[in-house]
Nanobody, 115 residues
């Protein structure tokens, strides 16, 4: 039984940085594309960033381009989301997602950007 486990969230001031981790078990991250979503209060779940199966293509929603970087460490079977220059509108629960035989969602990690 596979799973995704996120970590690294927290409270940070505007302009600060966080690095989120998404650790996979039961399957290898190098065998699937993995995405980061975020769920803000009162808003729909939003696709933030994605990395391809080969790991050579990354995509970002416009609001985070130039500030967020998605990456993958195959040896650690983990995908990361480096978030810099955080803004209040980045606040939300961040979840990783993939399809590896079936759909997987992590439990999410809370990111709060506030003074």
């Amino acid at each position: 039984q596979g799973q995704l486990v996120e970590s690294g969230g927290g409270l940070v001031q505007p302009g600060g940085s966080l690095r989120l981790s998404c650790a996979a078990s039961g399957f290898t991250v190098s065998s699937c594309a993995i995405d980061w979503y975020r769920q803000a209060p009162g808003k729909e779940r939003e696709l933030v960033a994605g990395i391809s199966i080969a790991g050579d293509t990354t995509t970002y929603t416009d609001s985070v381009k130039g500030r967020f970087t998605i990456s993958r460490d195959n040896a650690k079977n983990t995908v990361y989301l480096q978030m810099n220059n955080l803004k209040s509108e980045d606040t939300g629960v961040y979840l990783c997602h993939t399809v590896a035989g079936r759909v997987y969602w992590g439990q999410g990690t809370q990111v709060t950007v506030a003074p």
